[in-house]
């Protein structure tokens, strides 16, 4: 059977001691060591997962942020797109009006040279047909019976179509 001797109860003895001792001397400093270990990594945990929302929430308005400017460049664009427009649509109504302005100034400047011209024709054919009639007649016209003879023509003359 078992031999009871005196080292084994000893060593059974020194071994609660030695457990009694380090449960008053080490496992406490120990125990709180790892408590605070775990509530640091515990804080470490949810100061990054708050980090992260943050995180996201920041992300979230600057993409806002990019959408809202987007916006605004385009409704930028489109303004003065539109305003090119109008501008363009100005000029051209100017550029028309003027070309219309320069057209009907060419019109009565050449109206007004025709007009000349037909009333110069008309003296001139006035002043050949007196001289033709004073050559068929054969006599010698005065100032007075050529200028009324000219008046008469060009009276005559003026109802005809030209």
């Known amino acids: 059977m078992l031999e009871f001797n005196a080292t084994l109860l000893v060593q059974i003895v020194n071994f609660i001691?030695?457990?009694i001792f380090l449960r008053l001397v080490a496992y406490k400093p120990i125990?709180?060591?790892?408590k605070a270990r775990q509530e640091l990594i515990a804080n470490n945990i949810a100061t990054s997962e708050e980090q992260r929302?943050?995180?996201e929430e920041l992300?979230?308005?600057y993409?806002?942020?990019m959408r809202k400017a987007r916006e605004e460049a385009q409704a930028i664009i489109a303004q003065a797109t539109k305003v090119s427009e109008g501008q363009a649509q100005?000029?051209?109504a100017a550029a028309r009006e003027e070309a219309n302005r320069v057209k009907d100034g060419a019109l009565k400047e050449i109206e007004r040279e025709k007009e000349k011209a037909v009333r110069e024709l008309k003296d001139q054919v006035a002043v050949l047909?007196?001289?033709v009639a004073g050559k068929i007649i054969g006599k010698?016209?005065?100032a007075d019976i050529q200028h009324d003879m000219v008046e008469q023509f060009i009276r005559e003359a003026g109802d005809l179509p030209c």
Do not use: F, P
């Open 17 to 19: 001691i030695l457990l």
């Open 31 to 34: 125990a709180g060591l790892l």
């Open 53 to 55: 929302k943050q995180a």
């Open 59 to 61: 992300h979230e308005q």
């Open 63 to 65: 993409l806002a942020e």
């Open 90 to 92: 100005e000029i051209i």
């Open 129 to 131: 047909s007196v001289m």
């Open 140 to 142: 010698t016209m005065t």
